[in-house]
């Protein structure tokens, strides 16, 4: 996650130089940050609940409660099953 706040500040950055809005390379940030963080929840729902495969998984399938970025299973997160 570091490291996509990392990415986020230099999308924002570089943006602003080209744009020269501030507010343009905050919302080109920010919508790279959250559809990095989404992705990823997808990613552990394929895994814990689809049984590896992209096709199991529903359109609401990364936005259930506690998929979030510490939902591992194995780990001190958790991820409910609905």
């Known amino acids: 996650m570091a490291e ?13 130089f080209i744009s020269g809005s501030w507010w343009a390379g905050a919302a080109a ?7 990095r963080e989404i992705a990823q929840a997808e990613y552990r729902w394929i895994e814990y609940f689809g049984s ?6 529903p359109w ?3 936005s259930i409660r506690g998929c979030g970025t510490r939902s591992i ?3 001190t997160g958790f991820c409910l099953r609905s």
Do not use: D, T, Y
Not at 29 to 35: D, G, L, R, T, Y
């Open 52 to 57: 590896g495969l992209r096709a199991n998984m």
């Open 60 to 62: 609401w399938g990364a």
């Open 73 to 75: 299973p194995g780990s």
């Open 29 to 35: 940030a920010c919508a790279w940050f959250i559809s």
């Open 4 to 16: 996509h706040i990392l990415l986020a500040i230099l999308i924002q950055l570089l943006v602003r």
